[in-house]
């Protein structure tokens, strides 16, 4: 037995289209470029189909047409099949440079009638024109049958209609037929004798393809069976999005982190990173407000936090332990949201979590995407590994140092832009640093307006060893250092202890624990109002940036009116609840509760 599989992800098709609510466009292209990252390499995108049919992806064309979905669907490492039910949608497809389409009809006539409303060979028929006109264009097609082991209105299917379908597809050309169990009802003897009976018939192996539901709890058994009886493509979906229309409640795809699992267990290479695949079922899974159906995905997720250690464990265990839901991840960076909090990982411990060009650039996109979200109202920021950011990328081929001009000066900008932008964050930033800091990592703390330090972390600003300085970083660190020490500290490029820094006020707690800390801090800042948070800082920016001069005192009235005009929601709120006795307002929940535009997170 060859010892590897190719999994199908059709979530963001089959999945999603099976999804009662509405579900943002960018949460779908967000599902998709997630799954592209699990190393999944065939991922079935959307489906050209009329709104009225299938209103979940009413909004295909706006996917095909973003430039994130376009260059997925160029990668060449890449399959990203698009269901097609008819040559109109064929010519979307093609307008938008889809490299494959998939075509689908049903082995029953009474599914056939209710899902296309035409006879199974009129179905096959509308297949085939669909599929010479996409052969013509050098558009692989792939081909589905439906209903295999049975039909809701027509009961048990015959094999030879699996077979006819099956027949006419590979003849107008599709290089894979997808079996679909779309009742889930079969179980694993059913299906070794329906492989059987096809591949007796000269059907070769290698052009099928098993897709089944979970309805009753057969999928991995029935796709266990074929990949014994040959089959070595197999559809799934993530988290187990998707449903089946005739049993209501019931579960729909098998769950591709379930399928992985399975066979990588067993030894059986799929090429799919099954913790980036977890991640991702959680991620949409919490999108949509449902639950996680994949039992595989849940537990390695469970395991992973328990194993993340003693310390998140035991932060998890503390009353104030924040449940912290995964959210993207770009290379070399993780974020996670947890109510109004959101908490970045830096996340390449191997090189001490040196900023890439790309580090700098996701996480400057990614402050100013929160910077506009009212629902975000904290931002920490922590890594994993030993070193908390060992600062700038030295790595050789990759450094910028030392570089012509042009480079030299985007290296600059970009930099700048960082740290102005963590800087200016209208929401409260917490460093947790669980690690030693050097130079550009040095400054990422210092942008920040609050410090968490573990025992073991330090700070060195070590650019004057290296032939450099800390150029860049300076603001954020003389603003919170003072003077006389950042010259002493940038100087000698000596290692700062956390001890010393915490007698300056730069540092705000040291602890053995530092996510523990984090989350007990994060919550104990639910009771600071968001607003009055954001004015606070502009208070200190005043005092920093224009102290004693007439700005500041102009700078003061400003936000003073600002607060006590009787239309700032927020304190009108805070006072209301004062004087009715609560002197701890939530104000997490009163920023929820008046958030007007959706979170993008
Ligand atoms: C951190 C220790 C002490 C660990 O010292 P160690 O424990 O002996 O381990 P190591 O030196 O073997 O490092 C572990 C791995 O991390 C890598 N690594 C580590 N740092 C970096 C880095 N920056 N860039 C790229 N890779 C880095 C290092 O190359 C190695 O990777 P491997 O060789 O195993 O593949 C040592 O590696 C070290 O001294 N690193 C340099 C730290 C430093 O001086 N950073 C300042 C960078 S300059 C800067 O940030 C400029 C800026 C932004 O401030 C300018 C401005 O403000 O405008």
């Known amino acids: 037995m060859a010892n590897s599989v190719r999994i199908v992800e059709v979530g963001p098709r089959d999945g999603l289209q099976n999804v009662k609510q509405s579900i943002p466009t960018l949460t779908k292209i967000e599902l998709i470029r997630r799954l592209q990252q699990t190393g999944l390499n065939t991922i079935e995108i959307t489906s050209v189909v009329s709104p009225r049919t299938i209103p979940q992806l009413a909004d295909c064309k706006t996917l095909l047409a973003n430039t994130d979905v ?40 009474g599914f056939s009638k209710a899902n296309i409303n035409c006879s199974v060979q009129q179905g096959l028929d ?24 049975s039909c809701p209105y027509d009961g048990p299917t015959p094999p030879s209609a699996v077979l006819n379908s099956v027949q006419q597809l590979l003849a107008m050309g599709c290089y894979e037929i997808s079996l679909g169990d779309t009742l889930g009802v079969g179980v694993a ?27 009753y709890g057969q999928a991995l058994a029935n796709i266990w069976a074929a990949y014994r009886s040959g089959l070595r493509v197999f559809d799934s979906s993530v988290g187990g999005l998707g449903g089946c229309p005739y049993a209501p409640g019931a579960k729909g795809n098998v769950a591709s982190e379930d399928v992985v699992y399975m066979f990588e267990q067993a030894g059986i290479n799929t090429g799919v990173n099954l913790d980036r695949l977890a991640e991702t079922g959680a991620w949409i899974s919490e999108q949509l407000k449902k639950q996680n159906e994949s039992r595989a995905g849940s537990a390695l997720l469970a395991k992973s936090r328990l194993k993340s250690g003693s310390k998140e464990s035991k932060a998890n265990t503390t009353a104030s332990a924040l449940q912290w839901i995964p ?12 109510g109004t909090n959101i908490k970045i990982v830096l996340d390449r411990p191997r090189n001490g979590n040196a900023l890439t060009t790309s580090m700098i650039e996701m996480l400057t996109a990614f402050m100013e995407k929160i910077a506009g979200d009212s629902s975000i109202t904290r931002v920490a920021i922590t890594a994993n590994g030993k070193f908390f950011c060992t600062g700038m990328d030295l790595g050789k081929g990759s450094s910028p140092v030392a570089s012509g001009q042009a480079t030299v ?81 940038m100087l000698s490029g000596r290692t700062l202890l956390p001890e010393e820094l915490a007698r300056l006020g730069a540092v705000a707690k040291v602890v053995s624990d530092p996510n523990a ?67 701890k307002v939530d104000w997490d929940a009163f920023a929820l509760s008046r958030q007007k535009v959706p979170s993008k997170l």
């Open 517 to 583: 800390a984090l989350d007990s801090y994060l919550t104990s800042l639910k009771t600071s109002a968001p607003r009055a948070s954001g004015m606070v800082k502009d208070l200190i920016k005043l005092a920093w940036q224009e102290g004693a001069g007439p700005k500041q005192e102009e700078g003061i009235k400003a936000l003073f009116r600002q607060m006590m005009l009787s239309d700032n929601v927020e304190s009108a709120y805070g006072l209301k609840e004062f004087q009715r006795g609560n002197k």
């Open 409 to 489: 000066d985007a290296q600059f900008n970009r930099l700048t832009k960082l740290f102005n932008v963590i800087s200016n964050a209208p929401q409260v930033t917490i460093a947790c640093v669980q690690g030693p800091a050097f130079g550009g990592g040095v400054g990422l703390a210092f942008a920040c307006d609050i410090r968490i330090f573990s025992k073991n972390a330090n700070m060195t600003l070590s650019e004057v060893k290296l032939g450099l300085c800390p150029a860049t970083i300076s603001k954020a660190v003389i603003r919170e250092l003072g003077i006389p020490f950042s010259r002493e500290a």
């Open 189 to 215: 003897s059913q299906t070794a004798a329906l492989i059987k009976f096809l591949v007796d018939a000269g059907v070769p192996i290698g052009t099928l393809a098993g897709h089944f539901h979970d309805t």
């Open 70 to 109: 376009k260059r997925i669907v160029q990668d060449e490492r890449l399959r990203a099949p698009v269901l097609i039910p008819n040559v109109k949608g064929l010519d979307i497809a093609l307008e938008n440079n889809i490299r494959e389409i998939a075509v689908f009809v049903s082995a029953s006539e």
């Open 126 to 149: 509308r297949a085939k024109a669909v599929a010479e006109i996409a052969r013509q264009r050098n558009v692989a097609v792939r081909g589905y049958v439906s209903c295999i082991f």
């Open 327 to 338: 959210q993207e991840a770009p290379e070399g960076l993780k974020f996670f949201k947890s």
